[in-house]
């Protein structure tokens, strides 16, 4: 029998001073349920529940110095989510879209580094 039999969470980082922003991407725009972090740590994480599957996405501060140069950037590292139908991804891909293309000074700080459009070219939509 394995030890391991799931995953509890993974850690995503963003820069420091933006969890106002991670928690409209995370909690608003994804849709995920935030959950307490420690009193301690509450100016330094956010937790997210991933429906009730008892899996999380935990938030910390990465180092600007290393986990945000362009050669960081340019790195494959990603979460991907698994959806329950192809009409809740492109619901998802729609909400994803809108906060990349949002306009104003709350959008700018929170923006994904990209975003593919949906129903163009290599968007990830099924036919």
Partial sequence: MPLITGLHHVNLIVPPNTLPEANAFYG???????????QLQKDRLAWFDIGTSGQQIHIAFGRPEV????????ASRHPCFKVG???????????VWGHFRGVGEEWERGRPLGCDEPGKEDSGEYS
Wanted: aromatic share 4%; net charge negative.
């Fill in 28 to 38: 608003k725009t994804l849709g995920l349920t935030p959950r307490p972090v420690p």
């Fill in 67 to 74: 986990d945000f140069t362009e050669e960081a950037k340019g």
């Fill in 85 to 95: 139908s192809l009409e809740e991804l492109g619901e998802l891909q729609r909400r």
